[in-house]
Every structure is written in structure tokens, then in C-alpha cells.
């Protein structure tokens, strides 16, 4: 597996961001943003790491994170996470910043075990008012309020 920066078509890349987002107009609004990284085994994309900037000088955010279904808890997201923070430090990055559901238990996880640490909580940020459908659950729970973590570089 080789992870590299992606320079192709990034709507060949939709269906890997769908997996990481339910909001088809998040994704749209973010899609352009920053740089991708993708994990490729030969010529196939098996997953792929959005950083865009952020108001912060020093800080980029980990936008969007997928592998696909199929090589999840093959230790993929670990490398892309991995080769994110190597290339934010080559670039003077000193902080990286991820959000994800606080639904989302295994995403909270996943984040830590890579040395994400949490740092706030926006209460209500999905919602109908953020294009997610009303109703949404993650493993049981409602899907409403969004946790940052950050990883000091």
C-alpha cells in the first residue's frame, strides 16, 4: 500500500467521502478544500485524508477520513492518519484538528488511539439546518452533537 497526494478528479473520490460524511451538501461545500492524501493498492483507492486550513496559522484540519468498508481494521486509517501528521510537521503544521459525531464512539476511538485529544463539544451542529436528515442514529444514539479533538505536532 503507498499513500500519496491525490491530484486526480476529486468526484472520483465521492463515494469515499460519503463514507465518511451523511451530508451530501457538507461534502460538496469541503470537496475542493486543501489537499488529499489516498492510500492506493496498485491502481485501486482503497481510502483517502482530506486537510484543509483552518483560521489558524499553525493548525490544519483533518476534513474527511474513509477506507473502504471492505479494508476497514487493516490498520489503513492508522498510516493515512500517520502520513497526515508527517506531512503537517514537514510543513510547520503544529496542531491538527479533527471533529466527528459524538454519536460516533468508534470514530472517538479511533481518533484517540492516534493521539487526538478532545477539546470541545458543538452541541446540535447536525441537523437538517447543516443538510443531515432529521433522525439520524449512530449505533443507537441520536446524531447531534460534534466533538473536536486535537493532536499536537
Do not use: W
Amino acid at each position: 500500500m503507498d499513500i500519496e497526494i491525490y491530484t486526480g478528479d476529486r468526484a472520483a473520490l465521492l463515494p469515499l467521502f460519503a463514507l465518511a460524511d451523511d451530508s451530501p451538501s457538507a461534502v460538496s461545500a469541503y470537496l475542493p478544500l486543501g489537499e488529499v492524501l489516498v492510500a492506493r493498492e496498485g491502481d485501486a483507492i482503497v481510502g483517502h485524508l482530506q486537510l484543509t486550513p483552518t483560521a489558524e496559522p499553525d493548525t490544519l484540519e483533518l476534513k474527511s477520513l474513509a477506507v473502504l468498508e471492505a479494508r476497514q481494521t487493516q490498520g489503513l486509517g492508522h498510516a493515512l492518519v500517520a502520513a497526515a501528521a508527517q506531512r503537517c510537521r514537514d510543513r510547520g503544521v503544529r496542531r491538527l484538528i479533527v471533529s466527528t459525531a459524538a454519536a460516533g464512539t468508534g470514530a472517538l476511538r479511533f481518533y484517540q488511539r492516534q493521539g487526538f485529544r478532545m477539546d470541545r463539544i458543538v452541541r446540535d451542529a447536525f441537523g437538517p439546518h447543516n443538510g443531515y436528515p432529521e433522525g439520524l442514529m449512530v449505533d443507537g444514539i441520536p446524531l447531534r452533537d460534534q466533538v473536536f479533538l486535537d493532536m499536537a505536532l
